[in-house]
């Protein structure tokens, strides 16, 4: 017998039950935080960044249609729609940042969910699915954490060690 008949006989041929098989048992050693956590984050902070985007001129100094959308549009209640106005404003700029850096997510994740309610119930009550979807991300954010390609996790190990 030849050395390449000996060779080949030792190969185990992967049938494609055990190729599907291998392929899934890798596939199941990768953290669902390595997986989802950074599309999430991605996800929701381009979402609101934008719209954040919408509302200023240059970092933060609202724009005249801005005012008016808060003032006849959206019929938030209790803030007054100038107040309201920045503040969405400037929750829409900085949070989002934070998600991409992945630091203080969580808080940041809570925060542009309760803008998400207050948008459901007041601004879009009909925009529910759309909703859902940033209600899905976010509490993923909120529950699961920011994942390991985060600032968040970075910190948190620096001070497990010390």
Known sequence: MSTSTIANR????LS?????????????????????????????AVTF????RTKVDG??????????????????PVIPPDIAAHIAAFNETLFPVLLVLGLASRFSALVLLGMTAVIEVFVYPGAWETHLGWTTALAFIIFR??????????????????
């Open 145 to 162: 954490g920011p994942g390991a390609l985060s600032l968040d996790h970075l910190i948190r190990r620096k001070f497990a060690r010390s």
């Open 59 to 76: 970092l933060l100094t609202l724009k005249p249609s801005t005012y008016y959308l808060f003032q006849f549009e959206y019929k938030i």
């Open 16 to 44: 494609p039950a055990r190729l599907y098989l291998a392929v899934i048992e890798r596939l199941e050693r990768v953290s669902y935080d390595t997986l989802l956590a950074v599309p999430a984050r991605l996800f929701i």
């Open 49 to 52: 960044f934008l719209s954040g």
């Open 10 to 13: 030792g190969r185990a041929r």
